[in-house]
C-alpha cells in the first residue's frame, strides 16, 4: 500500500496503481476501444485551452460549492461510475464510498459495483463529512430489473439515477481481447443476478466476456420513448450518460431527462468520438440552462475541472484517477485523490480571480 502522502498531483497515483494491479486488470481498467485514440483525446483537450486569469479581486474565500436538483453540493467533482472496483482493492465500492464521502464528493455507483448499494449508502453515511450518492443503468432487456434497482437505490437514499445511454454494445477493446479478459470468480456484481451475470466470468481467449455478457443483456433497441419509459417510473431523477451531439441534448430534455453527462465513456466506447471537452460548449447551448450538463472524460488534473465548469459544466466526474487512489491506498487513497483535485481546484480560482466556481463562464478560459 502507498503512503497517500507520496502522491502531489493526481497523476502520481497512476503508476502506482500499475505496480500495485496485476497487468490484466490494469488493460481492462486503463485500456479504451479501438486505437484508443479518443482516450489520447479527452486529456489532450483540455491542454489545448488558456485560462484567463483576473486581478485585483477578493479571493479571500473561494466557494467551490455546487446545486444540483435543488441542493448545494460542497465541491462540483465527483467520481464517475465505474465496475468492479473490487479488481482495484479488497474493499471496492465500499472503500470508494468512503473516500468520497470523506472528501464531501459525489460518487456515482455502477450498476455492475462489487458492493450491495445498500451497504455502500451504510458505508458512505458513516465517513465524517459524506458526499451524496448516484446510481447507474444500463439499458437492460430485463426492464424489470432496471426498476427493481431504481426503487431499491431511492430506498437506500441515493439522490439520483443516471442512465448510460452510449453502451448498445461494447466498444472493440482490444486489450481486453487480447488478454482473455474476464471478471475475476471473486469479484461479483451483487446487485443482479448471479445467473444473469455468469457470463462475464467466462473466460475464452481472444474474446473479452465483458462483450460477450453485455451481448447478452444490454437492450440494443433502447430510444428515446425508453427514457419517458424509465422516467415515468423511477423514484429519483434521471440524468442520461453519455451525450456528445447537441441535438441528443435536447432530445433527452424533451424526453425527461433531469440532467445530462456528456461523456465519451472515457474513450471505451467509439475509437475515434469527439473529446468530451470540445463536445461540451454546444452541448450546453443546447440545453440552455434547462437542465444541469456535467462532463467526464480526461479529467485529470484541477485545472482540467476549472476548464470545464468554465465552459459550462455544473460538475464534472473523475473516472480512472480514482480507481488508481483506490489500487494504490484504499479508501485514503481516494479521499486524498478528491482532495488533491479540490486543492488544485480552488487554488487556481483564487489565483485566476474567479473565486465563485458556480459564476464560472467561458470568459474564464480562450483557446489555444
Ligand atoms: C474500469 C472502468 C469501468 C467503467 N464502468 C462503467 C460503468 O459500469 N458504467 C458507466 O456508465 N460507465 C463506466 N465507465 C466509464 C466512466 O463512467 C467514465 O465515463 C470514464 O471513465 C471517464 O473517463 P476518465 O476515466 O478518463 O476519467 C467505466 C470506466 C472505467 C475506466
Redesign the pocket.
Known amino acids: 500500500m502507498t503512503d497517500a502522502s507520496d502522491c502531489r498531483r493526481p497523476l502520481d497515483y497512476r503508476e502506482r496503481a500499475r505496480a500495485a494491479l496485476p497487468a490484466h486488470v490494469w488493460d481492462?481498467?486503463e485500456g479504451g476501444a479501438g486505437d484508443e485514440l479518443t482516450?489520447a483525446w479527452?486529456?489532450a483537450a483540455f491542454d489545448r485551452v488558456s485560462i484567463v486569469p483576473r486581478t485585483m479581486v477578493d479571493v479571500s474565500a473561494c466557494d467551490l460549492s455546487c446545486e444540483l436538483f435543488g441542493a448545494r453540493y460542497a465541491t462540483p467533482l465527483g467520481v464517475?461510475?465505474?465496475?468492479?472496483h473490487q479488481i482495484a482493492h479488497p474493499e471496492g465500492e465500499l472503500a470508494t464510498a468512503r473516500g468520497a464521502g470523506a472528501a464531501g464528493a459525489l460518487c456515482?455507483v455502477?450498476?455492475?459495483a462489487s458492493a450491495r448499494l445498500e451497504d455502500i449508502a451504510a458505508a458512505r453515511s458513516g465517513a465524517e463529512a459524506s458526499g451524496p450518492l448516484w446510481f447507474?443503468l444500463?439499458w437492460l432487456r430485463r426492464r424489470e430489473v432496471m426498476l427493481d434497482l431504481a426503487a431499491r437505490a431511492g430506498a437506500a437514499g441515493y439522490r439520483a439515477l443516471?442512465v448510460?445511454a452510449d453502451?448498445p454494445r461494447l466498444g472493440d477493446r482490444r486489450r481486453d481481447r487480447h488478454n482473455g479478459w474476464a471478471v475475476p470468480a471473486g469479484v461479483r456484481a451483487v446487485n443482479l443476478d448471479a445467473a444473469v451475470m455468469a457470463s462475464a466470468h467466462r473466460r475464452r481467449p481472444g474474446a473479452s466476456a465483458l462483450a460477450g455478457h453485455a451481448e447478452e443483456a444490454f437492450d440494443p433497441s433502447a430510444t428515446w420513448h425508453d427514457l419517458e419509459w424509465l422516467v415515468a417510473r423511477a423514484p429519483l431523477p434521471v440524468l442520461v450518460?453519455?451525450i456528445l451531439d447537441p441535438a441528443d441534448a435536447q432530445l433527452a430534455v424533451d424526453h425527461g431527462a433531469a440532467g445530462v453527462i456528456v461523456?465519451n465513456?472515457?474513450?471505451?466506447q467509439v475509437d475515434g468520438a469527439i473529446s468530451a471537452l470540445r463536445a461540451l460548449p454546444p452541448v450546453v447551448d443546447a440545453v440552455a440552462g434547462r437542465v444541469p450538463v456535467l462532463l467526464?472524460?480526461?479529467?485529470r488534473r484541477g485545472r482540467d475541472a476549472f476548464v470545464a465548469l468554465a465552459l459550462g459544466a455544473t460538475a464534472v466526474?473523475?473516472?480512472?484517477?480514482v480507481?488508481w487512489a483506490l489500487a494504490a491506498a484504499g479508501a485514503d487513497g481516494v479521499a486524498h485523490q478528491l482532495r488533491l483535485y479540490r486543492d488544485e481546484l480552488e487554488n487556481l480560482l483564487a489565483l485566476a480571480g474567479r473565486p465563485r466556481v458556480r459564476e464560472l463562464g467561458r470568459d474564464a478560459v480562450a483557446h489555444g
Open positions: 481492462y481498467i482516450v479527452n486529456s464517475a461510475p465505474m465496475a468492479y456515482v455502477s450498476i455492475f447507474q444500463y443516471v448510460t453502451t450518460k453519455g461523456s465513456h472515457g474513450g471505451r467526464d472524460g480526461g479529467v466526474l473523475i473516472g480512472r484517477p480507481l
